[in-house]
């Protein structure tokens, strides 16, 4: 069965730093296309990043590029989000999710972790 | 990149349909068979529900179903249960690896 599990969500004052992992389990993951998800509490779902399966391609929001960076580890089975810069608008839960074989879809997802970045 | 545009919200009673919109433009829905509808429910982790615009992922029943026409995609649920009281995301590829979603859409079972 695949899992997926974040973890690293905080209160943080804005201008402040935070690193999200996600563990991943029940497949290959250094096989896939792995993504972060956001939703602050109370509106919509926004995509937020991508990383490839060997992790030397990265694409980023509009609203996050320049102060966050994916990455992952494909010997842990992790999946990371670095966050810096952060603003009181990314108040959010994070999913990660695992793109879909073929498709330009997400087909599994984590639960989420909060961030909330409030003075 | 604007939010693909979804009713706040719609309902129907148990054994009903209901259809549930989602707009976009030529640079996202019009442009891709991308597009992917995803339920949240509380507290628990969202679940695709259809990709590639109409295509069902393995377990979902085929109550569920969608399509597209031009800049607007469309879920249908057919054969409503009380389970299916959510929130519903459209999700569409817009190019240039980037993702847009829809604002979301209540679904209440009345």
């Known amino acids: 069965e695949v899992q997926l599990v974040e973890s690293g969500g905080v209160v943080v004052q804005p201008g402040g730093s935070l690193r999200l992992s996600c563990a991943a389990s029940?497949?290959?993951?250094?096989?896939?296309?792995m993504h972060w998800v956001r939703q602050p509490p109370g509106k919509g779902l926004e995509w937020v990043s991508l990383?490839?399966?060997?992790?030397?391609?990265?694409y980023y929001a509009d609203s996050v590029k320049g102060r966050f960076t994916i990455s992952r580890d494909n010997s842990r089975n992790s999946l990371y989000l670095q966050m810096n810069s952060l603003r009181t608008e990314d108040t959010a839960f994070y999913y990660c999710?695992?793109?879909?074989?073929?498709?330009?879809?997400?087909?599994?997802w984590g639960q989420g972790t909060l961030v909330t970045v409030s003075s | 990149q604007s939010a693909l545009t979804q009713p706040r919200s719609v309902s129907g009673s148990p054994g009903q349909s209901v259809t549930i919109s989602c707009t976009g433009t030529s640079s996202d829905v019009g442009g891709y068979n991308y597009v992917s509808w995803y339920q949240l429910h509380p507290g628990k982790a969202p679940k695709l529900m259809i990709y590639d615009v109409s295509k069902r992922p393995s377990g979902v029943p085929d109550r569920f179903s969608g399509s597209k026409s031009g800049n607007t995609a469309s879920l249908t649920i057919s054969g409503l249960q009380a389970e299916d009281e959510a929130d519903y995301y459209c999700c569409s590829y817009a190019g240039s690896y980037t993702w847009v979603f829809g604002g979301g859409t209540k679904l209440t079972v009345l």
């Open positions: 990383i490839s399966w060997h992790g030397d391609s990265t």
């Open positions: 999710a695992k793109e879909s074989s073929g498709s330009s879809s997400f087909q599994h």
């Open positions: 029940g497949f290959t993951f250094d096989d896939y296309t």
